[in-house]
């Protein structure tokens, strides 16, 4: 990862206070630098090399290839003999920190902290597109919102920034913490808690405790935004700042959603709210999930002094460009293609959106659904759960990639699917057989998602059906 310095370029001696490191040839102490890199292959004449440590690789195993790339000063330890000038210090780790605190004193925006199991990039867009109306916002670039990404990112903020959106994820207890503490968040949001990391973390009480972490640093008075959807949330509470409710689902809460209707390119919502109500809040997005990153964006907007038009135009405008999420119609036939990750909680929230686009309208939905990875032991219990779910649904015929997702499979038939509904494809090396199924199924009108794990490589279905789609052009599909 590699970032330019905000605010411009400053000197190795302004550098190491910053970090509270050590320069070493003081000689050099007035040469300036404008960029940080930590991986050296993107190390230049202006740019520092932060040789973090890792779990399986030290930063420190690659100050050769730094310094033939003209690198003028590294980050490092006391041991690490390096030919070029060095900052050292005991803990690199928290000399990043300690930098990007010195940022954001300096800067001293107000900060809004995002997290959750899933969601948390699309909500932080949202937010920043609301503030973006009548403020200067700086954002988390991507997804780097790791104990590494999250204060490298700090360090590319401008002077006069008014807000900072900050999303923050974790892979273990402690890390949602001790970026809470870094940032000391204004406003906190958890998007929902799922089952992602439950492999690691062991359960969802775990991971609810992990996210809830992001409140440690909470300012005093501060705003908690609380999905009250969420049924681990749900009894969230604290004494040291203000819980503001939201839901999509008809709970009574201070932002509620109402009369959600998805369409093929958006989605319309009522909103009532302390301050009123609002009728046909649009998105231009398609999904029911995407009125929760609604919701958060439209308080948070309320807090900061956002007119409603303002607010509403930044969810008109809100338009993530890193969504996993493509919806595109080819000669009559929709795909819903989500092949980046998936989740119990994602996976349902899209079927959810699959429902919504088939209800009432005669459309045909198909589910193609792939195994979800990392569940560890709850692996079968969890994609069974999702057999369930699609029994429940819209959708008329299921296919399945994946042995784990024959549990799916199975689940769905043990709770009414008809057997010829379904089809299943236990190797996801090999998906012609699934693919010539349904190129032989589907038909005009037909809305099909296509969801899983990243590991399934499901885009696979995707490329074929739009390329077979492509050939067919305008011909009727067989029934």
């Not at 908690?224 to 709970?251: P, Q, Y």
């Not at 980046?340 to 686009?357: G, H, K, Q, R, W």
């Not at 959708?395 to 057997?419: C, D």
Request: aromatic fraction near 6%.
């Amino acid at each position: 990862m590699k970032v330019t310095l905000g605010s411009g370029s400053v000197t190795l001696e302004e550098f190491a206070k910053l970090c509270n490191g050590n320069l070493i040839d003081k000689a050099k102490a007035k040469m300036r630098v404008e960029a940080i890199c930590t991986d050296s292959r993107e190390a230049d004449s202006k740019t520092v090399f932060w040789t973090l440590p890792g779990k399986k690789d030290d930063g420190e195993a690659h100050l050769s290839e730094a310094q033939a790339r003209g690198c003028p000063c590294i980050i490092c330890t006391p041991k690490a003999k390096s030919s070029v000038n060095k900052i050292e210090t005991s803990d690199r780790q928290q000399s990043l920190y300690d930098f990007a605190r010195s940022v954001l004193e300096s800067v001293n925006p107000h900060r809004v902290a995002v997290t959750g199991s899933a969601g948390k990039t699309t909500t932080k867009e949202f937010l920043f597109s609301v503030l973006s109306q009548s403020a200067k916002v700086f954002k988390t670039s991507g997804n780097h919102n790791s104990t590494v990404g999250l204060p490298l990112s700090l360090l590319e903020m401008r002077p006069k920034t008014d807000w900072a959106v900050l999303e923050m994820g974790m892979n273990a207890r402690g890390e949602i913490q001790a970026l809470s503490e870094l940032v000391t968040p204004d406003i906190a949001a958890i998007t929902n808690i799922g089952s992602a990391h439950i492999g690691l973390l062991g359960s969802q009480n775990e991971i609810l405790q992990a996210k809830l972490e992001i409140l440690s640093g909470m300012r005093q008075n501060g705003i908690f935004l609380l999905n009250l959807d969420d049924s681990f949330l749900s009894a969230s509470v604290g004494k040291n700042f203000r819980t503001i409710s939201l839901s999509a689902n008809g709970r009574k809460a201070d932002f509620s959603a109402k009369n959600i209707r998805v369409e093929p390119q958006k989605t319309i919502f009522d909103l009532i709210w302390r301050g009123g109500a609002e009728k046909d809040v649009e998105l231009n997005l398609p999904g029911k999930q995407f009125v929760y990153a609604a919701l958060f964006a439209y308080a948070a907007g309320v807090y900061a002094g956002v007119s409603t038009d303002g607010i509403r135009r930044g969810l008109a405008e809100a338009n993530p460009g890193n969504l996993r999420q493509s919806i595109s119609v080819y000669h009559g036939v929709t795909l819903i293609e989500d092949c980046y990750n998936a989740s119990p909680e994602s996976v349902i929230a899209a079927l959810e959106t699959l429902d919504l686009f088939c209800r009432g309208n005669g459309n045909r939905g198909i589910a193609v659904l792939g195994d979800m990875l990392e569940l560890g032991k709850e692996s079968e219990r969890l994609h069974r759960k999702i057999g369930k779910r699609f029994a429940k649904g819209f959708a008329e015929r299921l296919y399945t990639i994946g042995k784990e997702s024959e549990q799916i499979a199975l689940s769905a038939a043990e709770n009414g699917v008809s057997p010829d509904q379904i089809f299943q494809n236990p190797d996801p090396t090999d998906l012609s057989e699934l693919i010539a199924e349904l190129q032989l199924t589907i038909k005009p009108g037909d809305v099909i998602l296509i969801k899983a794990s990243r590991g399934i490589a499901a885009e696979r279905v995707g490329s074929a059906l739009k390329n077979f789609l492509g050939k067919r052009g305008q011909e009727p599909c067989a029934n």
